[in-house]
């Protein structure tokens, strides 16, 4: 298996615009997590999915962002509009409950 | 939701040494594991264990579920250890802010 899979790699864009980030995860995996990674907050868990089902997003930061998994290879975080403070590494990774959990490598969002 | 502590923060070690570091947490979970985050970023995952003890090569860790703490052990450091460990833990995998470690040659 090629591994978690985010895209794309690293996102420039100004404030304002809408950002969609994407992850495919590991094949038969049920669970799905994305977090975002900064220096002042460290690694934060955003929200996470079982079998496709959103079962904890109390780490969404407002209501600008949103996340979805429409199938159990595919999900998007979305921000709308974007700001300056939503400059992270965002992280998605997935894996079987009670087992290993499995990142990809990242996307690197710079709001300008 | 469940606190995650890790100690020490920083460490700082000559390649060859040995070093322990600490996750305690604030309540039973069936899952905890530990990640190793390069200098590049890449997160990778060591150990998957909520008790007993596990090894992999310079690397064991140990898990005491009822005191709600685990370790991890790096034997014989070497420079391509150097990073930040993390430990993550409970269903929702909630993460501590890290052991940042320096291997110098």
């Known amino acids: 298996d090629a591994g978690v899979i985010q895209s794309p790699r690293h996102e420039v864009t100004e404030m304002g615009q809408e950002v969609t980030l994407r992850c495919k995860p590991i094949?038969?995996?049920?669970?799905l997590f994305w977090y975002r990674q900064t220096m002042m907050r460290g690694l934060e868990l955003l929200i996470y999915f079982n079998n496709n089902v959103p079962i904890d997003d109390s780490g969404m930061p407002e209501d600008r962002f949103s996340a979805k998994m429409p199938n159990a290879s595919f999900s998007t975080l979305k921000i709308q509009p974007s700001e300056p403070r939503d400059s992270a590494v965002y992280f998605c990774?997935?894996?079987?409950?009670?087992?290993?959990?499995?990142f990809g490598s990242g996307t690197q969002l710079s709001v300008l | 939701g469940i606190q995650v502590e890790q100690s020490p923060p920083d460490l700082i070690l000559q390649e060859g040494a040995n070093s322990t570091l600490r996750c305690n947490f604030s309540?039973?979970?069936?899952?905890l594991q530990w990640f190793h985050q390069n200098p590049w970023g890449q997160l990778i995952n060591l150990f998957y264990i909520p008790s007993g003890t596990k090894q992999n090569g310079r690397l064991s860790a140990t898990t005491v579920a009822t005191e709600r703490y685990s370790l991890l052990y790096i034997s014989s450091s070497q420079t391509t250890d150097s990073g930040v460990y993390f430990c993550?833990?409970?269903?929702?995998?909630?993460f501590g802010a890290g052991t940042r470690l320096t291997v110098k040659p």
């Open positions: 309540d039973s979970v069936n899952n």
């Open positions: 993550a833990v409970g269903n929702d995998m909630r």
């Open positions: 990774a997935s894996g079987y409950i009670n087992e290993k959990l499995f």
């Open positions: 094949s038969g995996h049920d669970y």
